[in-house]
């Protein structure tokens, strides 16, 4: 059951964008820990990407608001914290592609100008 309800978080994360970044931040690598209770209380820490983004104030919220309004979670408790603090390395190889860095594959860094995204 917590794994589903967890799924259902995460899920629930990726329909959050950062409004100046066009990727969601479960992608962009802003959550930090999500913790289930037996009860369905829901604890999610998360960063920014900066302390002086200028939605620290409503992103905290919604991630809360979209959270407690799912199935079967009684309670969501959201935590900003800033340690470690973000860099791009926290992003998933899908969040950096959307935004046009280099892939990190392993040892080997691909530069996006050699990977062939047509068929």
Known sequence: ???ELRNRVVDALKTIYDPEI???IWELGLIYGID???EN???VRMTLTAPNCPVAESMPAQVKYKIENLPGVRSAKVDIVFDPPWDRSKMSDA???ALGFDLDLG???VPLSRINTRR
């Open 22 to 24: 066009p990727v969601n």
């Open 95 to 97: 969040a950096k592609f």
């Open 41 to 43: 209380d829901v604890a």
């Open 36 to 38: 289930i209770s037996p």
């Open 107 to 109: 040892r080997d860094v």
């Open 1 to 3: 059951m917590a794994d």
